[in-house]
């Protein structure tokens, strides 16, 4: 089945700083790929939609300057949090879809980030 | 509005014993429903679709448009099933057209 990578699967930064997370579908191309959010024992909540060669599509409530995505080509689309804050320490997973629309998304494994 | 729920955050069932994964869900679109399994420390991956018709690992699940539901349903449960179990409903029929979730419930099958 398709495959979808996420790097790093965990990564800890001070307050402040940027940190980029990448989204990789392996053997497949991905004109779209979803961001998300997950808190602990929650819901997975959708942050916004990455299209390729065109801006993302945020969510309400999601500060599209605070999370910048660039989905440059048909593998690779990257979440940067920006300035980043001890409240954005979440799990952060990417999914996304083929070609071949069957409706069915792959996930990546997950980012988990901490900031201090 | 597009919601998702699953009412119970938690099932625990004895090995052998019926499971019912409640969910439903709420859109004036036409509904196109998933459930994804999230074994412990694994990704997030599709069990089925109500499209398939199909029956996973013994689960099926049957698309109730008049009671807006989507339950999920195994006749007899193995250990090997726990696991966290998440309604999704795809919103549109297009490729770009995301997928929202359910809270999930963990499904946890005792010996």
């Known amino acids: 089945g398709a495959v979808v990578s996420q790097h790093p699967s965990r990564v800890i930064c001070k307050s402040g700083t940027s940190v980029k997370i990448e989204c990789r579908s392996l053997d497949f191309q991905a004109t779209t790929m979803f961001w998300y959010r997950q808190f602990p024992k929650q819901s997975l909540m959708l942050m916004a939609t990455s299209n390729e060669g065109s801006k993302a599509t945020y969510e309400q409530g999601v500060e599209k300057d605070k999370f910048l995505i660039n989905h440059a080509s048909l593998t690779l689309s990257t979440l940067t949090v920006t300035s980043a804050h001890p409240e954005d320490s979440s799990f952060y997973i990417c999914?996304?879809?083929?070609?071949?629309?069957?409706?069915?998304?792959?996930f990546g494994e997950g980012s988990r980030l901490t900031v201090l | 509005a597009q919601r998702v729920t699953q009412p119970e955050k938690l099932l625990s069932v004895f090995k052998g014993a019926p499971v019912e994964l409640k969910c439903n869900y709420s859109y004036s679109g036409s509904p196109e429903l998933f459930w994804y399994v999230q074994y412990s420390r694994q990704r997030l991956q599709l069990l089925l679709r109500?499209?398939s018709r199909e029956s996973i690992k013994g689960f099926t699940a049957d698309l109730n448009k008049g009671e807006t539901s989507f339950h999920l349903k195994k006749p007899f449960a193995q250990e090997e099933d726990s696991a966290m179990y998440y309604c999704a409903l795809k919103l549109g029929g297009g490729a770009t057209n995301k997928l929202i979730f359910g809270t999930g419930t963990l499904l946890a099958v005792q010996p």
């Open positions: 999914s996304a879809r083929d070609y071949v629309d069957t409706g069915e998304l792959f």
């Open positions: 109500h499209i």
